[in-house]
């Protein structure tokens, strides 16, 4: 009988553990990790091109047979069948390289998970599982053959040194014979955005500079590293339970979909419900704590880095999406230089400093962007359409003025916007003596309270069902241990749960009267979403459609249900809005809301940035039952209905849509949409002449203004020559800035 195996360190040979310690204590370090991780990005970017790893990263995904765990003897189904159909990579002399690389990544992938356990002379559970498929293979099998197959296609000493290979260049992650480039790319083709909470252990001398990263906030680069989905085993391994002072215990944490990950867990020969993380992380927190021994221990939460965070630190080439997709020119006052709208390409037959790259992700990375906004205005003001940047020894590099804007893009500034508040500019009016400053989030801002309630998770366990479901979703009326009722409903997913508790916070900052929407858990951990029982409510729309007064109230928040594109509003039979104690009419179940329909398929580009909804919700052929509270309302009542959107910035949105939707892809399209859509509905009321969500707009320059070029100081504070209006760019960069992911 085989007993079952666990890869803690007193069960790995020496030189095994050794070499696994000395790789764990270089993990995240830039220097061994983020080369690696940045060609295999760039390699996955493109499509990784062998089918068969392709083929295989699909096998790992879909597998769903039972875990090793259940099992006494015997490796799980799953990665049973994957030795099978995989194995002939190894066997068959004749196999293509597809298929020896295919399996190379497989044999690699099982090699990391048994971490040196098993060679091939002991029973073990890989070992019985190695036998079998070569049997199979081949019609019949010997016990030596097992043991020289171990020999033949590696170790986890080989792993480990093909990796070191790849970072000192002498093995390429491209290679059809890179034993942990095979590994590498199939990780990368497997990962996803995890669903669940992950979790690293590890023991770091006290003097490594691993820590200093940590408590400095540098950027982390894990290059498919084991996470467990077991905290406590987190901690086991990060020695954490020990007093041993000369090491630091840290406990990495990635909260769910911040981060990608290969879950491993189907094909493991182990209970470790692991999963191998990779990509580059920020750190979001770190608690520093002792133990009963005084032994240090870091609790470190990271989530992967943005396109942009990796750009900007130099971590990713790849900026193209980063640029706008279509680059104005707008006709300028007379003496302006009108920009070239093509995107920047390097100048050729210019001469720069032999260490400055004439790249716009190069100037991104080595220059303030609010010195960047400044530069690029005078630059187009002055005529010259040239911007001097300083540069080592005190020297100075001229570059195009398309240079500087692509480098602002990648920033994040949205060049177009600026292009025209340039243009619209009257040139012979003096700038303002008072220095504008950028607009900051107050402490006592409601999006913070909002978000802190949004974010607290509730523990539904021991709720009683007492009451039957109401519309399409699975739910019904709950109540908890004190008696306190709740309409419960089971979300299609994480994300469908997110897009509703964002829908009903942003009515909240708006002051539109609405069901307030929670998260918690229940019994079997599925996240569900509540909200609190409506004391004394009716559901009593359709008698209310001819009382003036309680259609006044509900027309007040007209423009934020066209702005969130909750088509679903009223409800198909009038059950979307109730009445409470005070016969206020309340907005419940926004699941219709941004992202999603009512019956939870998404919206796709039906949600767009036009506001179509200002027409649809109020049109009795496209909408009868938002119409028929809608469809009287004035011009006039529909914009000031609108001006409630100038409560909310851009950075509030950018705020709430963060402090929500987990999705980092998701997030970011709801925040472009909702930007452009508030702006839209703005423009369509004449309000953004009302907007004072920036300090700064149409900001011009005296006529006695310097015209020469102005040279810009790169982070390091090498010396400026650039006049008192940094404030002012400061102020221009926050008002023409996009999303920051």
Known sequence: TVEMQTPLLDAIDPDDAEAIARANVDVALVDTASSVVSELLELNRSGEPNPKIVELAAAIRNAKGASAGSKDEKISDDLQKLLDDYIGGALDPDASPEDKQAFQALWATITALDEGISDGVEETRLALGVFDAIKKYNGSAEWPEVQEFFKKNGTINDLIRSKQALVDGRESISSDTSFAGAFFRLMAESSRYNQVSLYRGIQVPNDSPLLDKIKNGDVLTFDARSFSMDQNLARVFSGGLNSVKDKTAVVFTIRPNKGRSVDLNKISPFEEQEHRVLGNFKIVAVKESKNSGGKTILEVEIETLSKRDAVLAGLDTDYENLLMETNESPEMPEGYHKIDPARYESRTDQEFPEDFEDKPDAVARGYERDALVESFRAAIEDGSGEVILDWDDEKEVTVAVELVRDALQIQGIDTNELLNDIANADPDAKASDEKAEAVEQSADNPVNSILKEANTEYDMQGWKKVGPQLGSNEGGFYEDAEGNRYYVKKP??????????????????????AAEIRIGTGEDGVKMTFSPDIIDSKQDLQEKLNDPEYLAKLQEGFAIDAWLGNWDVAGLAFDNVMSDGDGNPVRVDPGGALLF?????????????????????????????SAAIFGSMSEEQQKESARKLLAISNDDIDSMVDGTISDPEAAQEVKDKLKARRKFILDRYDLLGEDSSTLVENLDTSEEQDKDPEAVSTPEGKSVEIDNRLDTARSWAEEYALDEN
């Open 597 to 625: 329909r009512a019956m939870g398929k998404p919206k796709g580009s039906l949600f767009g940035n036009d506001v179509n909804e200002l027409d649809s919700l109020r049109d009795p052929n496209m909408n009868p039952q």
């Open 492 to 513: 299609k997913s994480d994300l469908h749960a997110e897009n509703e508790l964002l829908a009903a916070a942003l009515y909240k900052l708006l002051g539109i009267n």
